[in-house]
């Protein structure tokens, strides 16, 4: 290599990652998984009792 050929960069550049790990924390992602279960049960817990006054006519 001579010294008027460009050289690359002193330390290589990390390759890019798409994993969902490096978008988002691992801390959303439980809190997320808790939010969705929560919101599953009090759904169901709303439809039970729809159910019941259903029946109670």
């Given at each position: 290599?001579?010294?008027?050929?460009?050289?690359?960069?002193?330390?290589?550049?990390?390759?890019?990652k798409?994993?969902?790990?490096?978008?988002?924390?691992?801390?959303?992602?439980?809190?997320?998984?808790?939010?969705?279960?929560?919101?599953?049960i009090?759904?169901?817990?709303?439809?039970?009792?729809?159910?019941?006054?259903?029946?109670?006519?």
């Open positions: 290599m001579t010294a008027s050929e460009p050289q690359g960069p002193a330390r290589p550049e990390r390759p890019a798409n994993t969902m790990e490096e978008k988002f924390p691992r801390a959303l992602w439980v809190r997320l998984i808790i939010y969705v279960a929560v919101g599953h009090f759904a169901a817990f709303i439809y039970l009792l729809f159910e019941l006054g259903a029946q109670n006519k």
